[in-house]
């Protein structure tokens, strides 16, 4: 199974970003996916996830300006990212979760600036 992230780039704070991670076989096929992010010097963190049937949680920095979704017949998952903040700015990775094992993807880079 692949995850294949896409999306990132450079915007201004306030702006808006959609990342994408498309997904080799069935969303169905993971418990849960989700996206993570690395800031320079800091370790790995929880971004938001969601299950197939829809039932999503964020972390509280991004509750209410970001937004996770899957497309299942496409086997794709998102994340609209709204009103960014230089701090947002991280490595993004998608990450497909079944039972103890995680599946990631390559990483996507965020950059918002001030």
């Known amino acids: 199974v692949q995850l294949q992230a896409s999306g990132g780039g450079l915007v201004q704070a306030g702006g808006s970003l959609r990342l994408s991670c498309a997904v080799s076989?069935?969303?169905?096929?993971?418990?849960?996916v989700g996206w993570y992010r690395q800031a320079p010097g800091k370790q790995r963190e929880f971004v938001a996830r969601i299950t197939p049937d829809g039932s999503a949680n964020y972390a509280d920095s991004v509750k209410g300006r970001f937004t996770i979704s899957t497309d299942n017949a496409d086997n794709r998952m998102n994340l609209q990212m709204n009103s960014l903040k230089p701090e947002d700015t991280a490595v993004y990775y998608c990450?497909?979760?079944?039972?103890?094992?995680?599946?990631w993807g390559q990483g996507t880079q965020v950059t918002v600036s001030s």
């Open positions: 076989r069935s969303i169905f096929y993971f418990g849960t």
């Open positions: 990450n497909g979760r079944r039972g103890l094992v995680d599946v």
